[in-house]
């Protein structure tokens, strides 16, 4: 393992002025936290630690951010608080450390939906301060490095993260050699096959052409030297991953591939890059297509380069990358190349060490505010607005694993896009409220439909309207993940407006029936006790049936007592409105009297008698039964009538629901009602697709059984030769014990899919 002193000479060699005493305390502290831990390789945790800490300083990073490095498992693995190391170390190093930090004991149903909690705060610790990316991704690159101690199943899960997440986040941050390594790593137990097969034949190619490459790299240096530009020339190789992404996109094989080598030119300036460009244009001719200035228009990543390919020597096809040595370095290490050490500039300037913001190699005068940073940051200000964890995994995805096409506004405003984006995309892009009040689109001063995919170049003029809201639709037609974000949230909120305006009437005449005066203001005292934020919430769930309206005009007139309905008990009717109905298992259900019928989903009690129902005591002689999905407590439940038969019960999410639309009369408002009832188990309806194996309804039935979960019954839907779809009907307590057994499932070896049925 590498010493202290050793870790403290390795920052020293760009940043003379180092805290030793910040580096020694961590180390120490690090390793004093871990102790006797061991790694699945059997080396000693802290190994993990400073090797991370190590990938720090190749980064050329300040002692704080490798300070954070050797803390970083600390808060996570070992006895150590967040307190402990902000008294240790300060506020700084502590919330950085804590950004690190995964989500503990989360209530979720699947590892997906944990991955992409987890993914949230780290990516919000991420826009409050970069270096918990640096930190994040030299992390996972060891782990990766490292990958083959873990068990295979792992493997392959750790690696699809790495290759859906991190590698993206990397590339989206201009860390080009850090994206390649981590998608090299992650090929390589992705599929093994492949990796072990392109490798081989790159190696081959490479030796079949190495002299050829050493020519062509000979004569493009000696052509720049002739007139005048010093430059570094070399070759470069296209990785394993490129390769085989290539061929699969392209649909090509090997031998088709043109540009698996390609050249780079380093040069001191910006003007030598064009210079040289000039010259290698004259002497070789060009592939029409193939020339990208992102020197002028830089990529959103802040990488810059100039890209031509020509036909150069021997008639072959030669890629060429011209840049300067520091948009070199910007293309290697992205935002790690903009680092700022705000100490050791300010020390630097007091020794007189400062020029033109240089301390030796490393500019300490650089803002963080980079593209790729500010990037991140509006991206994660969109995405983290949506309530749902998995919808935020999905649409960071969606931002990160995409290519680019660059459009302008009429105002010559660049804006960069995901390839495939439309003109409801670019509106979005420009601003929510654009995205929101789009109606139509020109493209090049034509109009054009909102589904046109955009092209390099094009010039997009959004046409808006006040009155317009977006259509859920949209969400189908876009593929930036702020824009289906942002359609996803407009619908909420068209939405809970809607049951808003409900929920206005509805309390509207519950008031006057009380003899009260009603007003969106007046309901202000009645909002905390009820246990909303604010009045559109209280609204919006007496609209969608959550809350009483009595219970309404009870929180603002504390003194209010409802009038007693009057007594029917011969009908069964209980003293708040609702009437008994016990099904032939003993389960007792309540259906509302008429004080509910204000809200439009229930019949009143006189409308249920008048249907010659008998109803008498507590219970009623009104058959009740489930639907085949099934219902459990939890559920929000809703009766279909039907004359001479009952009462059958379906959960609210149940798409069987539909073919009662147009029959409102058949609807009645049903709750359940467990008190005395004593636990018992109640039926629910899921569908699994297992891989065809043997053993794999043995492990799906263990699973039901170790969660005390019953199988009633079992049928076999679909069988292929390697799946196989079935449908259980399991007995379980309550909708929390149901998720539980889904979210096993999801995450067994053994299942595909887990699913609860809604016919």
């Known amino acids: 393992m590498m010493r202290q002193y050793e870790l403290v000479e390795r920052i020293q060699r760009y940043k003379p002025e180092v805290n030793e005493a910040l580096l020694n305390k961590a180390y120490v502290y690090a390793m004093q936290k871990h102790g006797d831990q061991k790694r699945a390789s059997g080396d000693p945790y802290f190994s993990h630690p400073l090797e991370v800490a190590a990938i720090l300083t190749e980064m050329r990073l300040d002692e704080s951010t490798v300070a954070v490095g050797l803390l970083h498992d600390t808060i996570e693995d070992t006895s150590a608080t967040r307190r402990e190391i902000e008294e240790m170390f300060g506020d700084d190093i502590g919330r950085l450390v804590d950004g690190l930090t995964k989500l503990n004991k989360l209530d979720l149903v699947s590892k997906r939906a944990a991955q992409a909690e987890n993914l949230r705060k780290l990516l919000l610790a991420i826009a409050d301060d970069v270096r918990v990316l640096l930190v994040k991704l030299a992390d996972r690159l060891h782990n990766m490095r490292t990958l083959e101690h873990v068990p295979e199943h792992k493997r392959t899960r750790i690696s699809e993260e790495t290759m859906d997440i991190y590698a993206p986040l990397a590339g989206r941050m201009g860390m080009q050699d850090m994206r390649e390594e981590l998608e090299d790593l992650a090929f390589r137990n992705i599929n093994p096959e492949a990796y072990r097969t392109i490798t081989g034949r790159l190696v081959d190619l490479n030796t079949y052409n190495r002299e050829t490459l050493g020519e062509i790299t000979e004569t493009l240096y000696n052509l720049l030297a002739e007139n005048g530009i010093e430059a570094k020339v070399y070759s470069r190789q296209k990785k394993p991953w490129s390769v085989f992404r290539k061929m699969e996109s392209k649909a090509l094989s090997f031998e088709q591939l043109s540009d698996v080598f390609g050249f780079r030119i380093i040069v001191d300036s910006e003007d030598n890059c064009y210079r040289a460009l000039g010259v290698v244009h004259r002497r070789w001719n060009t592939v029409p297509g193939r020339f990208k200035d992102y020197i002028s228009t830089p990529k959103q990543n802040d990488y810059r380069s100039i890209h031509t390919t020509i036909v150069g020597p021997s008639k072959q096809r030669v890629e060429l990358q011209i840049r300067t040595r520091r948009m070199h370095r910007v293309a290697e290490y992205g935002v790690a190349a903009h680092a700022i050490y705000k100490d050791a500039s300010v020390a630097g300037k007091a020794n007189g060490q400062v020029s033109n913001g240089q301390v030796g190699d490393v500019d300490f005068s650089v803002s963080k505010d980079t593209n790729a940073y500010a990037w991140l940051r509006r991206t994660i200000e969109s995405l983290s607005e949506g309530d749902n964890p998995e919808e935020f995994l999905e649409n960071t995805k969606l931002e990160l694993f995409q290519d680019q096409v660059f459009c302008f506004t009429p105002k010559g405003r660049l804006i960069a896009l995901p390839r495939g984006a439309t003109p409801v995309d670019f509106a979005y892009a420009v601003h929510t409220d654009i995205g929101n009040s789009c109606v139509g689109a020109k493209i090049n001063g034509r109009i054009m439909p909102l589904v046109t995919r955009l092209q390099n170049g094009d010039e997009v003029e959004i046409v808006r309207s006040d009155a317009q809201t977006p259509p859920i639709a949209w969400e189908q037609v876009v593929v930036t993940g702020k824009a289906r974000s942002a359609i996803r949230r407009a619908a909420r909120m068209a939405i809970r407006k809607q049951y808003a305006g409900l929920g206005h009437r509805i309390l509207d005449r519950a008031f006057e029936r009380a003899g009260k005066a009603f007003s969106r203001d007046g309901l202000k005292p009645g909002v905390k006790r009820l246990g909303f934020k604010d009045i559109e919430d209280v609204l919006a769930a007496v609209g969608r049936g959550e809350i009483p309206s009595d219970d309404v005009v009870r929180a603002v007139f504390p003194e209010y007592e409802e009038a007693k309905p009057v007594s029917l008990p011969a009908?069964?009717?209980?003293?708040?409105?609702?009437?008994?109905?016990?099904?032939?298992?003993?389960?007792?259900?309540?259906?509302?009297?008429?004080?509910?019928?204000?809200?439009?989903?229930?019949?009143?009690?006189?409308?249920?008698?008048?249907?010659?129902?008998?109803?008498?005591?507590?219970?009623?002689?009104?058959?009740?039964?489930?639907?085949?999905?099934?219902?459990?407590?939890?559920?929000?439940?809703?009766?279909?009538?039907?004359?001479?038969?009952?009462?059958?019960?379906?959960?609210?999410?149940?798409?069987?629901?539909?073919?009662?639309?147009?029959?409102?009369?058949?609807?009645?408002?049903?709750?359940?009602?467990?008190?005395?009832?004593?636990?018992?188990?109640?039926?629910?309806?899921?569908?699994?697709?297992?891989?065809?194996?043997?053993?794999?309804?043995?492990?799906?039935?263990?699973?039901?059984?170790?969660?005390?979960?019953?199988?009633?019954?079992?049928?076999?839907?679909?069988?292929?030769?390697?799946?196989?779809?079935?449908?259980?009907?399991?007995?379980?307590?309550d909708l929390k014990h149901l998720n539980a057994v889904i979210g096993r499932l999801r995450d067994a070896d053994a299942v595909s899919t887990a699913e609860r049925t809604s016919n």
């Open 571 to 733: 009908a069964g009717v209980e003293g708040d409105g609702w009437f008994n109905l016990t099904n032939a298992s003993g389960m007792m259900f309540r259906i509302p009297g008429s004080d509910n019928a204000e809200d439009g989903v229930a019949v009143a009690a006189s409308e249920a008698i008048a249907q010659a129902v008998p109803i008498r005591g507590a219970a009623s002689d009104m058959p009740v039964r489930f639907a085949p999905e099934g219902a459990v407590p939890g559920d929000r439940i809703i009766g279909i009538s039907t004359p001479g038969k009952g009462i059958t019960i379906y959960p609210i999410q149940s798409s069987a629901l539909a073919a009662f639309d147009d029959q409102p009369e058949r609807w009645i408002d049903v709750r359940w009602d467990l008190e005395g009832s004593g636990r018992r188990r109640f039926a629910a309806q899921i569908v699994v697709t297992a891989i065809n194996a043997p053993g794999s309804l043995a492990d799906i039935a263990q699973i039901i059984g170790d969660l005390d979960a019953n199988i009633h019954t079992l049928s076999m839907v679909r069988t292929a030769p390697d799946f196989t779809e079935m449908i259980f009907d399991l007995e379980v307590w």
